[in-house]
Structure formats: C-alpha cells, structure tokens
C-alpha cells in the first residue's frame, strides 16, 4: 500500500473506565482504497471507527484524517471535517419520519445554499446509482432491509464524501441484497474516488471486494494483508475465523469452570 | 457491614441524582444556546407545533368542557347555599384562569405530547439516528431537541387558554343553560372578577413555566435513555412521573409567590 494516507492511527490505546478495548492500534488507510478491518463482535472494530469519526478520544497515541489529528479539532473543525466523511450505520439508521426523498437530500439541504431543483436532481441521482430510483415517496417502514441499506448508502454519499465509513453493512442481508451491497460499495469507492473503511464480521463477501483486510482481536491487530494473504494466513485465529471453524484459539466452549466436577463425575 | 453498604448505596444514589441534575441543566443550557435553527428554520419549529400541540388539541378541548361543567355543577350547588348563584360565572372563569387551566392542560400536555417526545428521541438514539445525525455534522440538539423544545413552550400557554376557554363554555352550558342561572349575571360578575393582569396573566406564565418544565424534562428523558426496548419504556414512564410532580410542586411555588399575601 503504497499512496498517499488519507487515515493514520498511530498506537492508540483506548479504555472505557478501566478496561482496555483498544492496544496499541496502528492503521494506515491509503487514499482511493477500500480496506476491511475485521475481527470478532466486540474486539473493537467499531471503535475504531469511532475514534475515526471524532466520537471518541484515545487515550494514548493519535488519529489522522487528512493530515489533522481529529480528536484535537473543536466542535467547528470536527463538524467541518464530518462532511466530508460519510458513514453507513449498521441498519442504516434512516430517519424514519421522512421520505426516502428527504433522508437523501438531508445533508444537501443541512450544508447547503441549492436551490430545491437542483436538490431533486442531485438525489434522484444518488437513487439510481443506489438502484432504487422511484422509492423517492416511500417511507423507511415500507423499505426491505437491503433496501433500506441502500437508501442509506445513498444518503452517505450524498456529499460525494472523501472517507465512506461502514459498519458491519452486511449485517442480516439475505445474499442477493449482501452481494449488491457488497458491488455498490466497491463500485461507489472507484466511481467517487473516495477511501472506504468497511468494519465487518462477514469475510466471505469482504474479501470479494477489498483491496487490503486488518484483522483486529482482543483490541490489537493479529494479521494483516490483501484477501489473498488472508485467505491463506497461517495465522489459527484468521483460519479459525476466514473458514468459520468450530473450535480452535476461539474456544467452542465458555470458561465456566470443571464441568465433569460440577456433575459429580470423576475422570 | 450492612450499615456501611447501606450507607454506600445511599451515597451512590446521592451522587448519581446531583450528577443527573448537572447533565440535565447543561443540556437544558444547550438547547438555549443553540436554538438560533429553531427560529432561522422557523418551519421546524411549526412542524412540531403541529405534532405536539396541534394534536394535543382534542384531547384539551374535550377534557376542559368537562372540568368547565363538573365546576359549574358543583359551584352551583355550593353557591346556592349562600344564595349566591349568581357568582358562578366568576368562581369558574376563576378557577380555571388561575389554577385548573393551566395545571390540568400541562398534565394532559406531559402525558400525551411529552410520552410522545420522549419515545420518539429514545427510539432515534436506538436506532442510531441521531449519531448518524452527528456523523452528518449536524447538531442533533439544534436540529431535534431545540425546536421541541420551543414547540412545547410556544404551544403549553395557547392549550391551557383553549382549555379555560372550554371549560368556561363548559361551566355556561350547566349553569346558565342547563340549571338556568341568570345569563347577564353570570357573564357580568366573571368580567368583573376577573383581572387581567393578576388572574390571565398569571395564568398564561404558569403555563409558559410549566411548558418549559414538561418539555425540558420529556426532551432530556428521551435524549438520556439508554438505547434499548426496556430503556425507552422507563424513560417515558419517568416522564410523565417527574412531569405531574412538577407541575403540582411548581404550581404550588408560583401560586405563592403571585397571589399570597
């Protein structure tokens, strides 16, 4: 990975009170690439993305997006880098009392001066690029749950953003809406000449489409590489976790103490 | 032990009241300070006019031509004893100006529009809508709580009008049309029992202060809630608890410093 970073995270370490969620974090997302971060539920991917948005502080080393260190930026500055990031939450997180229409044109009419006309055509654009083109007048009750994602996407991309943040986009999506999910994302990254952070659990449709995969345990990266790389990692937990094994550095079992003493066997 | 783990956890509620207390006054200071959208973008502001006070209407309208004309029944018997019929249309408009118009209108308020602000800002932060509102950089205090929050203060003062004014009719409709107390008695001694300035008045800003309290307190509950089912539910329910006690503890307040000796 060898062009310019638009994203540095150098040793960072976080802790909520006393326990440590993040351990010395190093991380470098290079402009136009779509990079995976993945790991286990709760090891910390979201934080991450957290300290990268701004919403969180670390506790020891920095965050870089595009050459400033987010977390030293006062509401003004941080609110002025926000727009020109835009982040997929993962079901979307649509503003349920508007249309589809305003959702997408929310960030338009938030930052800035267009006059409506234009608005409409900007989102109808970002519609079709989504695919959805004629939801417009839906509300997000009457969405699929892979639309609704969409919907979303689109509204992330409503500012043409500079970083695309996505955490866990293809969470509960049946696989004919995890497969578009996984093209538009690819496809939006090129087209928009954007850098995507994609957080995620699911490795089979990740590595379909990302260019490089930091895999985070226990608040710490264990492997790192492109999807070939990982794919043969001889790394147990990355084969564990690529090849969804049962057993293995992920114990089937939770330490709940001698089993066979509790039942009054002896071995 | 016990005595020093009694005593702990009574701190421990001690400190988490007062620290409540601070994280409710600091967010009751933000909404002011960035309440410069909801007058800018007055349209925000009429959209939640609308859900929380235009549709609080039936509900008021109803329930203060019911209060009117259990007063007028009830005035009427009581007067009729001191042969003092005549004075019920100042006894109603009385009672309602300075203390059941505002009192009951904030009540019926804090359950039907302040449950609904609270449920409605719990469910956005479960569902991530308002940090998705964050990561848009838009302050989700200025766009969400601030014009809530000056909706419920614009709209608690004109219900609690609507609701003495109701209750007024009420009162007419059981004393004069239904009993058959004399009309220009009734409509001449409430005009010169009541005083603009001490009785209306004061009326009008209990309901502004009772207006500010409910929203404040529906707004900071659901902004405070924690993100689940069970969190929500328990954020509404406190809502509408600390919402009456308010009411009635600042409506005691107020009726002491205005019309006490």
Redesign the interface.
């Known amino acids: 990975m060898s062009s310019e970073a638009l994203v540095e995270i150098r040793d960072v370490n976080f802790a909520y009170d006393k326990r440590a969620i993040l351990k010395g974090i190093n991380m470098t997302f290079p402009k136009g690439k779509l990079i995976a971060v993945m790991g286990l539920s709760g090891c910390g991917k979201t934080t991450i993305l957290r300290h990268i ?1 701004g ?1 969180l502080k670390p506790t020891k080393g920095y965050v870089k997006v595009d050459g400033q260190v987010i977390h030293d930026l006062d509401q003004e500055g ?3 880098m ?2 020109k ?1 835009g ?1 997929l ?3 979307g ?5 508007m249309t589809v229409f305003d959702n997408v044109a ?2 338009m009419r ?2 800035t001066d267009l006059p409506e006309e234009i608005i409409r055509d900007l989102v109808m654009m970002k519609l079709h690029a989504v695919g959805l083109y004629g939801t417009q007048d839906l509300m997000p009750a009457e969405l699929s749950g892979g639309m609704a994602r969409r919907i979303a996407l689109a509204r992330t991309i409503a500012l043409d953003p500079m970083l695309i943040m996505y955490d866990e986009p293809f969470a509960g999506l049946d696989p004919i809406s995890l497969t578009v999910v996984g093209e538009l994302i690819r496809r939006l990254n090129d087209a928009l000449g954007a850098t995507s952070i994609v957080v995620t659990h699911d490795v089979q449709e990740s590595l379909k489409i990302v260019d490089y995969v930091y895999f985070v345990s226990d608040g710490a990266i264990i492997a790192e590489g492109s999807a070939d790389e990982i794919r043969n990692s001889g790394e147990s937990f990355v084969r564990q976790f690529v090849h969804g094994e049962m057993d293995g550095p992920i114990p089937f079992h939770y330490p709940g103490g001698n089993f066979n003493k509790d039942l009054g066997v002896r071995v | 032990m016990a005595i020093v783990s009694s005593l702990r956890s009574i701190g421990s509620r001690v400190i988490n009241a007062v620290w409540r207390i601070g994280y409710a006054s600091r967010f009751f200071m933000m909404t002011l300070l960035y309440s410069g959208l909801s007058f800018r973008r007055f349209r925000l502001t009429v959209r939640e006019i609308f859900f929380s006070g235009v549709m609080s209407l039936i509900i008021i309208l109803v329930a203060g031509m019911f209060v009117g004309m259990v007063l007028g029944l009830q005035g009427y018997e009581t007067l009729k004893r001191y042969g003092s019929e005549s004075a019920l249309g100042s006894l109603v408009a009385l009672s309602l100006v300075r203390e059941l118009g505002p009192v009951l209108a904030a009540l019926l308020f804090a359950s039907r529009a302040g449950s609904a602000m609270t449920a409605e800002i719990g469910l956005m932060k479960a569902t991530e809508q308002i940090s998705a509102m964050e990561m848009m950089a838009v302050n989700p205090i200025a766009r969400v709580v601030a014009p809530r929050f000056w909706a419920g203060v614009i709209s608690m003062p004109l219900l609690a009008a609507m609701f003495s004014a109701m209750g007024v009719f009420g009162g007419y409709v059981v004393g004069v049309v239904l009993i058959g107390v004399d009309e220009g008695s009734f409509w001449s001694q409430m005009q010169g029992a009541v005083d603009f300035r001490h009785d209306v008045l004061n009326g009008v800003i209990k309901s502004f202060v009772f207006g500010v309290a409910v929203t404040v307190i529906s707004l900071f509950e659901g902004y405070d809630a924690p993100p689940t089912a069970e969190g929500v539910s328990g954020a509404t329910t406190r809502t509408v608890v600390q919402s009456s006690l308010a009411i009635l503890m600042l409506d005691f307040m107020l009726t002491a410093f205005m019309f006490g000796e």
Do not use: I, N, P, S
């Open positions: 948005g919403v941080l609110y002025r926000r727009r990031m982040m939450f993962q079901f997180a649509l503003f349920t009392d929310f960030q938030e930052h």
